[in-house]
């Protein structure tokens, strides 16, 4: 089964952009049928979804959040990205990427990394 | 946008003792919500889609149950490795959202 793995800054300051990738290994993004998420869980440990991506670049976001967030595909490195704008410290939380099903089910998450939005 | 809620907040509980957990939502979600398990210092871990489908690899022990805006994740008998937080989680025309969570401790 596939394995997906989150990168980047463990350390963003506010009104920054936060920039996070996820590497898919044992499966490749492009073969379809599966769309990408990313979800966050805060300090209190509440999850929030933030939104997916398909292969082919169609994307939906948290209406909560579109205003601020852009989600990307490279299906060339088998990776796709986060970006959030205009970080503040209520935007620090575990982001961690996942493997969706049939637009809903989070079948497969990677072990997730925390940012911290600090200056 | 459906706002799940789950109870209750924490359930304590002994090895091989039977769990009941609920998930209410604010408008029906029909048979599409699902149930994670979290463990400390891990990601969720899908256990039930579709309500009442395990997901691959998960044991016979859990269960899933409800339709419209009651569900129920029931544990037969809970092993060392299920005292843990449980999530519920549910996708409506705004996106996924997922319950406030379930902590199942060691009593």
């Known amino acids: 089964q596939v394995q997906l793995q989150e990168s980047g800054p463990g350390l963003v300051k506010p009104s920054q952009t936060l920039s996070l990738t996820c590497t898919v290994s044992?499966?490749?993004?492009?073969?379809?049928?599966?769309?990408w998420s990313w979800i966050r869980q805060f300090p209190g440990k509440g999850l929030e979804w933030i939104g997916y991506i398909y292969y082919s670049g169609s994307t939906s976001y948290n209406p909560s959040l579109k205003r601020r967030v852009t989600i990307s595909v490279d299906t060339s490195q088998n990776q796709f990205s986060l970006k959030l704008r205009s970080v503040t410290a209520a935007d620090t939380a575990v982001y961690y990427c996942?493997?969706?099903?049939?637009?809903?089910?989070?079948?497969?998450w990677g072990p997730g990394t925390l940012v911290t939005v600090s200056s | 946008e459906v706002v799940l809620t789950q109870s209750p907040a924490t359930l304590s509980l002994s090895p091989g003792e039977g769990a009941t957990l609920s998930c209410r939502a604010s408008?029906?979600?029909?048979?599409?919500l699902a149930w994670y398990r979290q463990k400390p210092g891990q990601a969720p871990r899908l256990l039930i889609y579709?309500?009442?489908t395990r997901a691959n690899g998960i044991p016979a022990r859990f269960s899933g149950s409800g339709s419209g805006t009651d569900f129920t994740l029931t544990i037969s008998s809970l092993e060392p490795e299920d005292f843990a937080v449980y999530y519920c989680?549910?996708?409506?025309?705004?996106?996924?959202?997922f319950g406030g969570g379930t902590k199942v401790e060691i009593k």
């Open positions: 579709d309500t009442s």
């Open positions: 408008q029906s979600v029909s048979s599409y």
């Open positions: 996942a493997k969706t099903e049939l637009q809903q089910w989070l079948v497969q």
């Open positions: 989680q549910q996708r409506d025309n705004w996106g996924l959202t």
């Open positions: 044992g499966g490749s993004i492009s073969s379809g049928g599966f769309y």
